[in-house]
């Protein structure tokens, strides 16, 4: 072959490129395939399912409570450290005042071994209801042991704002206060073989 055969050859082949070319896109522009031929492809392809973002976990929520009854919590807490008592206090915006006491002075085993913290713990809800910025009509007092092998739930006590405000005045006397409270004890223990 010769140069100028090799030239022509070329030249025929860049030639047909280029009509083969503009042809097809001729045929592309001008076609717009079907709308069961869009189906078929669309069905034909894959799906993407995306890929399922975690849910987000809530933060935890607490109960509403007032900031008034928080501010009491804060007072008896700072008066259960004046009477060098160890303990949380919870009041409640439905009226109660949950006092937790800590027993490391002394084993406690019965209400007996309790009553004096006891008592600084009713000391200690009637200061906090004085300043009236969260009314409460009942306390409730758990009483825990320190000293025991492990700290221990000993017992429960319950009274009415009222009985304590009369024996706080005098109007009824230690006594009568210990048969109006309510002492209950946790129940007991399967003891281990």
Known sequence: MTKKQLGILVFLAVANALVLGSLGMLALG???????????????????TPTPSPT??????????????????????????ARRM???VHVTSDGRFELTWLSRDRPINNFEDALEGVTRAFLVALQ????????FDQVQI???????????????????????????SGAIGDQQLIERLEVFYPPPQPTAR
């Open 30 to 48: 001008n076609h717009q395939p079907s709308a069961e031929a869009l189906m078929a492809t669309l069905v034909v392809l894959p799906t993407a």
């Open 86 to 88: 160890v303990g949380a």
């Open 142 to 168: 758990q009483v825990w042991d320190e000293r025991a092998e492990q700290r221990t739930f000993r017992l429960g006590v319950s009274a009415s704002v009222a009985d304590l405000l009369a024996w706080r």
């Open 56 to 81: 987000p976990t809530p933060p935890p929520t607490l109960p509403p409570v007032s900031v008034d009854c928080l501010v009491c919590q804060r007072e008896a807490g700072a008066a259960m450290h």
């Open 128 to 135: 906090t209801r004085d300043e009236e910025r969260c009314p």
